[in-house]
C-alpha cells in the first residue's frame, strides 16, 4: 500500500506546484509532474510478483505475466502527454513574446 | 522491493527541486531527473515497451523545454502574505489525502492484479493474431480504436502548434487594435 | 582570438553529426520494423527517427535542414500517414468488421507475421516523425518571429 501512497505523494507535489506557483514555467513542470505519478499508479497497479514482461520468446514457456492492459494505455498516455507538452511551451513562448514576462501576476496586470 | 522505494524517494526529492530552486534550467534539469527515476522504475516493473518510449519522449520534452527557458525568465519575487495561501494548498493536500486513504482498500494487493480481462489476453493473443509481444496485439488489434484515438490528438496538437506560432496573416510584431 | 563561425556548432559536432545520425535513423527504423517480436513500436521508433532530424538541425542550423525538407513536405508525410493507418483500418471493415486484422496471421517469431501489425505501426511511426518534427521546426522558427519586435 506504501507505494500507492509514495505515488499519490508525487501527485500531490505537482499540484502544489499549479496552484502556489508564480512563474509560468513551473506550472507547466508541476503538470508535467502530476501526469508522471498517474502513469506511475498505473504501472504499479498491473504489476504481479515474479512476472514476466508480457513478451514471448521461443524458448520460455507462457507462465506468470504481468498485465499488459495497463501497458497499453500508458503507452497512449505518454505520447499524448508529449502533445500536452509542446502546445503548452508554444503558449507559454507567445505569451513571452507578447509580455516580456514569465510572470503571472504581472501578465494579470498588464492585460491588452 | 527496496530499489522500487529509493526510485520512488528519488523521484519526489527531484520533483521538490524542480519546484522550488529559482533558476529555469536547473528545475528543466531536475525534470530530467524525474523522468529518468520514472523509466528506470519502469523497467524494474517489468515494461520494457513503455520504458523505451518514455526515455526518448522525456529526451524529446527537455528539448522543447529547454527551448523556452534558455535566456530568459528572472523568477519572481513573491508578495505580500503566504501563510493563508499556503495554508489552502496544505489543507487540501491533506484532504486528497485522507480522502484516498479511504479507497486504498478497494485497490488489489500489491503484487497480485486481477486479470479479469488482461487473461483472455494473454491466453489467446498469440494464436488470434500472431504476434509475439502482447502489448502491440492489444494496442492494434484488441484496442485498435485507442490507437486511432492517439493519432488524432497528436495531429490535433501538431496543427494547434503551427496555428499559434505563424504570423502570416497579421501584422508583423503587433496585435490587433495596437495601432488605433 | 575569434574564428568567424558559421551557423551551427562547431567543426567536430558537424563532423561527429555526421557518422551518428545514420546510426540513429537505422535503429529508429529497426525498433518500428520489429515492433511485433521485441518491445518498442511505431511511437517509440518514431520519435528516434524524428530526434535523428532534430539531431541534424541542432548541429548544423536551421536553414540546412529546412532545405532538406520544407514544412510543406512535412504536412503531406503526416496526413500520408494517417491516412494510411485509416485506409488499413476501413480495409479490415470489408473483411468483417472496423479494424479486423484481415492479413493471414502467419508462423509466430517470423518478421512477415501478425497480419496489419506491422504495417500500421509503420504508417504510426511517419505519423509520428513528422509530427514532431513540425512541432519542433515550428517552436524553432518562433524565436525569430518574437526577437524582432
Known sequence: MTVYLLALVLFCVGIYGVLRKRNLIKIILGIIIAEHAVLLFFILVGYRLNGRAPILSPDAPITQMVDPLPQALVLTAIVIGLATTALLIALAMRLYGKYGTYDIAKIRELRG | MVELYILLFLMIIGSLVALEVKDLLSSVAALGAV???????????????????????????????????????????PTGGWVFPSAIGLGFGIVLVLVAIQCFPELPVFGEPKLRVA??????????????????????????????????????????????????????????GEDR | ???????????????????????????????????????????????????????LMLAYGKEM??????????????????????????????AG??????????????????????????????????????IFVALVLLRVDTEQK
Open chain 2, 35 to 77: 523522468g529518468l527515476g520514472l523509466c528506470l522504475t519502469f523497467l524494474i516493473r517489468k515494461a520494457p515497451d513503455v520504458a523505451l518510449t518514455h526515455l526518448v519522449v522525456e529526451i524529446l520534452s527537455v528539448i522543447i523545454l529547454i527551448r523556452a527557458t534558455l535566456k530568459k525568465g528572472l523568477p519572481a519575487v
Open chain 3, 1 to 55: 582570438m575569434s574564428k568567424e563561425q558559421g551557423p551551427g556548432m562547431s567543426i567536430i559536432v558537424k563532423t561527429v553529426t555526421r557518422l551518428t545520425v545514420w546510426l540513429i535513423l537505422l535503429y529508429g527504423i529497426y525498433i518500428v520494423v520489429h515492433g511485433h517480436l521485441s518491445p518498442g513500436g511505431g511511437f517509440a521508433g518514431g520519435v528516434i527517427i524524428a530526434l535523428s532530424f532534430i539531431h
Open chain 3, 65 to 94: 535542414a529546412l532545405k532538406k525538407l520544407s514544412e510543406g513536405l512535412l504536412g503531406v508525410w503526416e496526413s500520408t500517414g494517417g491516412l494510411v493507418f485509416l485506409v488499413i483500418a476501413l480495409l479490415g471493415l470489408t
Open chain 2, 119 to 176: 487473461q483472455y489476453y494473454l491466453d489467446h493473443g498469440l494464436q488470434q493474431t500472431g504476434a509475439a509481444n502482447l502489448v502491440a496485439s492489444v494496442i492494434l488489434d484488441f484496442r485498435a480504436f485507442d490507437t486511432l484515438g492517439e493519432v488524432t490528438v497528436l495531429f490535433t496538437a501538431a496543427m494547434g502548434v503551427l496555428a499559434v506560432v505563424r504570423t502570416v496573416g497579421r501584422k508583423s510584431g503587433a496585435m490587433r
Open chain 3, 97 to 134: 468488421y472496423f479494424f479486423k486484422n484481415f492479413l493471414p496471421a502467419g508462423e509466430p517469431f517470423h518478421l512477415v507475421s501478425a497480419g496489419t501489425i506491422p504495417l500500421s505501426y509503420i504508417a504510426i511511426s511517419v505519423k509520428v516523425w513528422a509530427g514532431l518534427f513540425a
